[in-house]
T-cell receptor, first 114, second 114 residues
């Protein structure tokens, strides 16, 4: 299995600012994913982050708004740029652990934009 | 594109009773994975059970079992002997073989009453 931590666990930000969310996995993983969960909604995939290559974004999400870094096999960051109240959501990091052939999730970051 | 449908926004069950959550999906693939995830108020996504499409036998994990009907593209979750700790949002999810992304349904809120 894999244990995933995220920082910060929650934050309240002002409109127009940016926030970087960190995701740390306790073992090396190939695939990491970033999801958004808007209030009362399901999870929507933002992008897939592979080490050593640019992230692959889903339809409706762009790199300028959600830049992602993946500097090594245990760490990734997601930045929410130029935030607006519509960005208020829970952001979850996930990793595909090949040994277990399943995805594990971090505890999420609750973002509120005023 | 694959879609996952959960038609029950909320299900209520008494302690010690059984509740069944429904999930249907649409895919043109012959091999894939199906999952049920639990998300309690803590936001942590917890894998409840997994089913490989090539296996005819329904998966079981303690009090949780699935009814997998491949031809009907149906994947229901049965929670037996419900406990207060089972109260959570339950998401059905689909994934292709390999490193594919998870596609989630809208979720079903399970309420457990004493």
């Amino acid at each position: 299995s894999a244990v995933i931590s995220q920082k910060p666990s929650r934050d309240i930000c002002q409109r127009g600012t940016s926030l970087t969310i960190q995701c740390q996995v306790d073992s090396q993983v190939t695939m990491m994913f970033w999801y958004r969960q808007q209030p009362g909604q399901s999870l929507t995939l933002i992008a897939t982050a592979n080490q050593g290559s640019e992230a692959t974004y889903e339809s409706g999400f762009v790199i300028d708004k959600f830049p992602i870094s993946r500097p090594n096999l245990t760490f990734s960051t997601l930045t929410v740029s130029n935030m607006s109240p519509e960005d208020s959501s829970i952001y979850l990091c996930s990793a595909h652990h090949g040994g277990d052939n399943e995805q594990f999730f971090g505890p999420g970051t609750r973002l509120t934009v005023l | 594109a694959q879609t996952v449908t959960q038609s029950q926004p909320e299900m209520s069950v008494q302690e010690a009773e059984t509740v069944t959550l429904s999930c249907t999906y649409d895919t043109s693939e012959s091999d894939y994975y199906l999952f049920w995830y639990k998300q309690p108020p803590s936001r942590q996504m917890i894998l409840v059970i997994r089913q490989e499409a090539y296996k005819q036998q329904n998966a079981t994990e303690n009090r949780f079992s699935v009814n997998f009907q491949k031809a009907a593209k149906s994947f229901s979750l049965k929670i037996s002997d419900s406990q207060l700790g089972d109260a959570a949002m339950y998401f059905c999810a689909y994934r292709t073989l390999g490193w594919g992304k998870l596609q989630f349904g809208a979720g079903t809120q399970v309420v457990v009453t004493p």
